[in-house]
C-alpha cells in the first residue's frame, strides 16, 4: 500500500508538471505579460504581491471547510487539512472537470480502508456550498447587465432552478436511501455521512464559503489594478461578480480553463476598450496562475504519510 501511495504520487507530480510545462510552450501572448510587468509601478507591485499573499489564505478557508466536513471519519487539525488540500490540487490538474481533487485529498488519510468515496462526497457537497455562494452573489450583476437578452435570462433561470430544485430534493433522496439496506458498508456509511449533516452544518458550509468568496474577489481585484485597470466601484464589482458566476456555470477542463477565464475577461470588459480587455485578460491569466500554479507547487513538496491501523 505505502509503495502503491508512492508510484500515484509519482505519476501524478510527473503529469501535472508535463501538463503545466505544455501550458507554459503554447502560452501565446507572453507580449503582453512583459508589458505588464515592465510598465508597473509601485503601487501596482504591491496590489501583484497582495494577491499573491492571499493565495495560502484562499487555500486555509478550503481546508477549514475540508476539515470540518471530514471530521467524523477522518479527525485531523488544520496543518494536516492544508497538506492534503494542496495535494488534492495536483490530481485536480490532471483530471477532467478536477474530479480528481477529492480523492487525491483523501489518499493522504493515515486510516487503511479509508473512506475516500464519503470523503469524496463531502468534498462534492462542500464545493456546491462554493458554487451557491457564487451564483447568488452573482445574479443580481447578470439581472443588471443581461437584460437584453432573453436566451442568457432562459439560461440563467434554468440554472437557478435546476440548483435550487437539487438541493431541496437532495436530503429527501437521502433519507429514502437511507432506509434501504444495503449490502456495501461504503455505501451505508456514505448515505449515512451525507443524511447527518444538519441546518448548522450547511450554514457553516456556507459560512466558511462566503469568507472565500470574498477572498477571490480581493484577489481579482487587486490582480486587476495591478494590469491597470481601474473602474468605478459598482461597475468594477458587477463585473468581478459576474464573472465568477460565468467561468463557475461554464462546463470546463483543465486543457481549456485558461481560455474559458480568457474568453469570459473579453466578453465582460470590452465594452470598456481594448486596451482594458487586453490587460483583463492578463489579469485574468495572472490569477490563474496564482491560485493555481503556486498550490500546484506546494501540493508536490506533499509527501503520503504511512498508514496506521484502522481504529
Not at 57 to 81: D, F, H, S, T
Not at 258 to 280: I, K, S
Amino acid at each position: 500500500m505505502k509503495n502503491g501511495k508512492r508510484i500515484l504520487n509519482i505519476i501524478l507530480i510527473v503529469l501535472a508538471y508535463g501538463y503545466l510545462g505544455y501550458k507554459i510552450v503554447t502560452y501565446d501572448n507572453y507580449a503582453g505579460l512583459v508589458e505588464q510587468f515592465s510598465s508597473a509601478g509601485v503601487w501596482q507591485w504591491l496590489c501583484f504581491a497582495g494577491c499573491v499573499l492571499l493565495f495560502p489564505v484562499n487555500k486555509l478557508c478550503e481546508a477549514w471547510k475540508w476539515r470540518y466536513l471530514v471530521r467524523g471519519i477522518e479527525p485531523m487539525g488544520l496543518w494536516e487539512a492544508q497538506r492534503q488540500v494542496y495535494y488534492g490540487t495536483i490530481a485536480g490538474f490532471v483530471t477532467p472537470y478536477k474530479l480528481g481533487e477529492y480523492p487525491g485529498r483523501a489518499m493522504l488519510f493515515r486510516r487503511t480502508g479509508d473512506h475516500w468515496l464519503t470523503a469524496t462526497c463531502l468534498g462534492m457537497i462542500g464545493g456546491y456550498a462554493m458554487t451557491v455562494v457564487i451564483v447568488l452573489c452573482g445574479v443580481p450583476a447578470a439581472l443588471q447587465q443581461l437584460t437584453s437578452d432573453r436566451s442568457l435570462w432562459w439560461s440563467m433561470g434554468l440554472i437557478i432552478g435546476g440548483g435550487l430544485t437539487a438541493t431541496a430534493a437532495l436530503p429527501a433522496l437521502m433519507r429514502r436511501l437511507q432506509k434501504r439496506r444495503w449490502k456495501s458498508e461504503k455505501t451505508q456509511q456514505l448515505i449515512d455521512s451525507i443524511v447527518a449533516l444538519s441546518v448548522r452544518d450547511v450554514m457553516v458550509l456556507i459560512g466558511i464559503s462566503v469568507v472565500r468568496y470574498g477572498v477571490f474577489l480581493l484577489q481579482l481585484l487587486l490582480v486587476l489594478l495591478f494590469c491597470h485597470i481601474e473602474l468605478p466601484p459598482q461597475q468594477m464589482l458587477g463585473t468581478m461578480t459576474l464573472y465568477y458566476l460565468l467561468i463557475t456555470v461554464t462546463p470546463n477542463v483543465p486543457a481549456a480553463e485558461v481560455a474559458v477565464r480568457g474568453a469570459w475577461a473579453v466578453v465582460l470588459f470590452e465594452p470598456f476598450g481594448a486596451d482594458v480587455t487586453a490587460a483583463a485578460v492578463t489579469a485574468t491569466l495572472l490569477l490563474w496562475a496564482v491560485n493555481t500554479i503556486l498550490p500546484l507547487v506546494v501540493g508536490s513538496m506533499v509527501k503520503p504519510k504511512e498508514n496506521r491501523p484502522r481504529e
